[in-house]
Each structure stands twice: as structure tokens, then as C-alpha cells.
């Protein structure tokens, strides 16, 4: 775990992690808390593609692939899938002390509609880490069919502009892939934001299933 960690966190990610947080905590402006979660799982969704896309292929880049391609197959993937736990781990730290910034640095007020921060915050945490999941084994699981970073993270902003935008929520509606961030928030008994997260966790698990096959076949 250790050497995985040191693999995937090197000093330079962890710093571009959280000055991106720190800045958008600054610059992002809300007036209440409940804009806090629209405002942030945009942006992160961008960050987390670029702090996942080289989990694999850096090993590609690296020429340590050779090396790779010893292990057994089991093997490969649980390292894989170690590097991708403890990314998105840190990342969604990352996210409940971006959410605690915006209190510090914005000190917005409670929305009248809104019944409670605590539960708030829940949905928020709930929200954030489907993103997190979703948009880390996306951006992996591109650049390794790519075998080429940069191709994931661009791949991936094609989706991210389709579905972060007004006619990806017009189009998708529910189901879309950021439907925390375009729902009604001052209708809180609105939960149907939770079918385009359901959809995001579906297709996340597919592409875990077919990892054996990418890494067999690309990697």
C-alpha cells in the first residue's frame, strides 16, 4: 500500500489538488450554503479526471509495463484498483474541506428552505463521492483503452461539457450524470437527483467488470 501510495501521490498532484480547492473556495461565489454543492461537483469531476487519468499508464509512459505484465493478472488489478481506492480517497477529503472553505472564506447564509445543514451536508457527501468514483475509473478506464493520458482526460471533457450543461440536463433530465448539481435546490424533497447518481454507480461497476479484459487487451 505504501509503495502504491507513494506511486499515485506524489507532491506534485497533492499540491495542484489543493490549490484548485483553495482557489475555488475563493473565487467561486455563493450566497447560501445550499449553492455550496452545485458549485463544487463541476469543477471536481475536472480535477478528479486529471488526478486519475495516469493511474495506470504511467506505468505505460514509465516503460515499467514490461515489468507489469510479469504479474498475474489478479495482481495487476488489485494494484489498479489499490491506486484508485487511495486517489479517491485523498480526493474526496479534499471535497468535505473544500465544502468547510466556503464557510470560512464566503460565510454563506442558510437558505429558508433549507430544514438542516447536517443533512445538507449528507446529500452533499453522498453526491460527491458517486462523482468521485465515477469520473476516477472513467478517466482510467479511457486512457488505458487510449493508452495515452491525455486522450482520457480529453475524452473525458467531451462528456463532462455534453452532461454540465443546460442541454445535457434538458436532454437527461434525472438521469444525468451531474443531476445533484442541476436539481431544484429549494425543493428539498426533490430526490430525484439520486436516478443520474444511481447511473453513474451502474456504469462505474461495468467498467470495473471489464477491467481484467482492458488490462489484458491494452494493458
Known amino acids: 500500500m505504501k509503495k502504491e501510495m507513494k506511486i499515485v501521490l506524489p507532491f506534485y498532484k497533492i499540491a495542484y489538488a489543493v490549490s484548485f480547492v483553495v482557489i475555488l473556495s475563493l473565487i467561486r461565489g455563493v450566497v447560501f450554503t445550499n449553492e ?5 461537483e463541476g469543477p471536481f469531476a475536472i480535477l478528479t479526471v486529471v488526478f486519475c487519468a495516469d493511474t495506470y499508464v ?3 509512459t514509465s516503460k515499467r509495463s514490461e515489468v507489469h505484465r510479469l504479474y498475474r493478472i489478479k ?5 489498479i484498483m489499490q491506486r484508485m481506492m487511495i486517489q479517491e480517497v485523498f480526493l474526496l477529503l479534499l471535497a468535505v474541506l473544500g465544502y468547510g472553505l466556503f464557510f470560512v472564506f464566503q460565510k454563506p447564509v442558510t437558505h429558508p428552505v433549507t430544514e438542516s445543514e447536517m443533512l445538507q451536508f449528507i446529500a452533499y457527501f453522498l453526491a460527491i463521492v458517486v462523482t468521485i468514483f465515477f469520473w476516477g ?3 482510467n478506464t479511457l486512457s488505458m ?3 495515452n493520458m491525455w486522450m ?5 471533457l467531451l462528456i463532462w461539457v455534453a452532461t454540465n ?3 445535457g440536463d434538458k436532454l437527461f433530465g434525472a438521469w444525468n450524470l451531474f443531476s445533484y448539481a442541476f436539481r431544484d435546490i429549494e425543493n428539498t424533497d426533490d430526490i430525484t437527483w439520486l436516478y443520474g447518481k ?7 461497476f461495468i467498467l470495473f467488470i471489464a477491467l481484467p479484459k482492458i488490462v489484458r487487451k491494452r494493458g
Request: proline share 0%.
Open 198 to 204: 444511481a447511473l453513474c454507480i451502474c456504469i462505474g
Open 145 to 147: 483503452l487510449f493508452r
Open 36 to 40: 455550496i454543492g452545485l458549485s463544487v
Open 165 to 167: 450543461s443546460t442541454g
Open 152 to 156: 482520457g482526460i480529453g475524452s473525458c
Open 137 to 139: 475509473i472513467l478517466a
Open 58 to 60: 504511467q506505468e505505460i
Open 75 to 79: 495482481k495487476r488489478i488489485h494494484s
